[in-house]
């Protein structure tokens, strides 16, 4: 439907004054009987219609706020602040106010936000506190001049503006409220579909001055809290905790009962961080505030909220220091592992090993810890205990590093001798007892756990700070989508996901040297070696010359003029002759490898790339920015 909206918007509004309150598919009938389109498009489009004056009603129907206020009388009483400053509060003129929102009529009347700081309140000087609502009406200078407080004054809309007026004598008591709200609704209920309900079914429903709204709600047995009410004694409080509570739940996908236990470790974390001395509140009840703690998968969402609220390492530890003190064992899994992650953002490898341990040893399930130290095997080459730990994990299978572990699994024999028992002398010809030397230890060949070693690397990347690098380096990526369009959102996972930019976060970044200088003595001695060759090594954009698919590729580098042969299975039998290339070669053992991602370079951008890479300072946006869908 090409119908435009704003069209659509006010003939909507013109139906809804002529016709009353509509429901959706009555609405879309009324507009496609004057041409705008077919009444089942329309009844879509009806939904999405946004204007101040087009509200619904508690029963569903759309109205025409504007007709229904016409005439409608709500009056407030003054205080001596409001005199003096010619205003009022708006907290019960909130409907005749509406008239405000889609007919500005500020020369007579401001409505302006309470902010003690707004110029336009200091100069009528409101302070803070003096006008306790949280809007405020700003009548013309003068307005209430010979007004005393307590006077009442009444507002009204007559042709979609704002009237008022001071009302002497007695006022109204008002429509029946209980019967405006119903005798089987659920409190709270918000205040303003109630009056709009009145207004809607009752012509004389503050025809005239009635008492102001607050003082009707305290004579019909209710109390009020902000734009809600509900009967009297009831626990706004509560209501609104539990309120609280349910959106943090659904926020962060956890059981209701959860949500106060990862609040109040939050809490804890970014007191220490603040400094403060450690309040009760965070100790009183002891492991009961953080049981659920214990659930892996809380945990989990705890430290991410930690995370995202960019609490330091040292107050998590501490955080964690608290929770080992009560003595619980069911905490003391979490505990740890909180420790571990605190000392391994750190940089404190040894010591975070050592919580992960401390952590699966009194918890033998406790999944983040077993994944953990499954990395830790990992980097240590020792694909059989990383394997066993996400074995001892349901789902452990689906893990991403189950997979590479699989492929680097051992051989843990030769195939011609089956036979070997685990304490015969090993096959390999070292003298000692095949279980103290190759069990479990075969290695793959330096030339394949390259492969491994860069894996390694980037799971590196995954630390928050480098996450932080990581998607700034994607947001430049889609620097020029709007990222409100739902194109944005789509392009900037694809960017996240992207190899090139771990690529360029591992090593123009730094996280590879970091990950060399924090993570290396866990490595085995060839891969460290290796890996301390991959830091001197500079990406440097190649042209084919040649290809034997399968075997290699024949390139020179740009940068330093120099014809390599590159041994790579599967590059050859993805690039051609002629192409451009920008990548980063190393040697492993005799030959020379791809490290890292290649990304295929315009032969229009050839000298631009060139200029790039020649920058001694050279920035890793300027590496993101030229590949473009089209350059890919």
């Known amino acids: 439907m090409s119908t435009d909206l704003d069209a659509l918007t006010d003939a909507a509004l013109d139906v809804l004054r002529r016709h009353g309150p509509l429901t959706d598919d009555d609405l879309a009938a009324h507009l496609a009987d004057e041409g705008f389109g077919d009444a089942d498009e329309l009844g879509y489009a009806v939904v999405d219609l946004d204007h101040p004056y087009l509200d619904l009603l508690p029963d569903g129907r759309n109205v025409a706020v504007d007709t229904l206020l016409e005439g409608r009388v709500f009056t407030h009483r003054l205080s001596a602040a409001e005199i003096a400053a010619d205003a009022t509060g708006a907290d019960e003129l909130g409907l005749p106010t509406r008239a405000l929102w889609g007919n500005p009529d500020e020369d007579r009347v401001e409505y302006v936000f309470n902010d003690p700081e707004d110029e336009r309140l200091v100069e009528r000087g409101i302070g803070d506190g003096d006008i306790p609502d949280e809007d405020i009406l700003l009548l013309p200078p003068g307005t209430f001049a010979g007004w005393s407080p307590g006077d009442v004054v009444a507002f009204t809309v007559t042709d979609g ?34 009056l709009l309900s009145l207004v809607a079914t009752d012509p004389a429903a ?26 009297r004694g009831f626990d706004f409080a509560e209501y609104l905790r539990e309120q609280r509570l349910a959106v943090y739940a659904e926020e962060l996908d956890l059981d209701r009962e959860a949500v106060p236990d990862v609040l109040m470790f939050v809490g804890l974390v970014e007191s220490i961080e603040d400094g403060d001395e450690l309040d009760p509140q965070f100790v009183e009840h002891g492991a009961g505030l953080y049981r659920h703690l214990a659930d892996p998968y809380v945990a989990a969402v705890a430290l991410g909220q930690v995370i995202e609220h960019e609490l330091a390492p040292a107050s998590l530890s501490q955080a964690a220091e608290v929770l080992l003190s009560f003595g619980s064992r069911e905490l003391a899994a979490p505990a740890h592992w909180f420790a571990g992650r605190a000392a391994e953002y750190d940089g ?17 399930e406790f999944v983040p810890s077993l994944i953990d130290l499954a990395h830790f095997a990992s980097d240590r080459g020792d694909a059989v205990r990383g394997l066993t730990l996400l074995d001892r994990i349901e789902g452990g299978d689906e893990e991403p590093l189950y997979e590479l572990l699989q492929f680097f699994r051992p051989v843990d024999r030769p195939v011609d001798r089956p036979d070997l028992g685990r304490n015969d002398r090993c096959w390999c010809g070292s003298g000692r ?59 900037l996972n694809e960017a996240l996901a992207d190899p090139l930019i771990t690529d360029l976060v591992l090593f123009e970044c730094g996280a590879f040297a ?119």
């Open 348 to 364: 404190r490898m040894r010591d975070a090993e050592r919580h992960y341990e401390q952590s699966a040893g009194a918890d033998v």
């Open 514 to 632: 970091e990950f060399v200088e924090q993570r290396g003595y866990l490595l085995p001695e060839d891969e460290l070696d290796l890996a301390r060759q991959w830091l001197e090594a500079k990406r440097s954009l190649y042209e084919v010359e040649r290809v034997q698919p399968g075997v290699s590729v024949t390139a020179r580098d740009l940068v330093t003029g120099e014809t390599v042969e590159i041994s790579d299975r599967v590059a050859s039998r993805q690039v051609g002759a002629g192409e451009l290339l920008l990548t980063r070669l190393v040697s492993v053992g005799d030959a020379w490898r791809i490290v890292g991602e290649i990304q295929r370079i315009a032969e229009e951008q050839r000298a631009a790339m060139l200029e790039v890479l020649d920058d001694p300072d050279l920035d890793p946006a300027a590496l993101v920015d030229p590949f473009s869908d089209e350059a890919d």
């Open 161 to 194: 503006r704002v009237q008022w007026r001071r009302v002497d004598g007695d006022l109204a008591a008002g429509p029946d409220l209980a019967a405006g709200i119903g005798a089987d609704t659920e409190f709270p209920v918000l205040l303003e579909d109630v």
């Open 433 to 491: 007892k095949y279980k103290v030397c190759h069990l479990g230890k075969a290695d793959h060949p330096l030339t394949e756990r390259a492969a491994w070693l860069y894996q390694k690397a980037a799971m590196h990347t995954d630390l928050p700070r480098w996450s932080v690098v990581q998607f700034a380096l994607a947001e430049n990526r889609v620097a020029d989508l709007d990222e409100f369009d739902e194109e944005y959102a789509e392009a």
């Open 206 to 231: 503050f025809a005239e001055p009635a008492v102001p709204l607050n003082e009707w709600i305290d004579a019909a047995g209710f109390d009020r809290h902000q734009d809600d009410i509900a009967p």
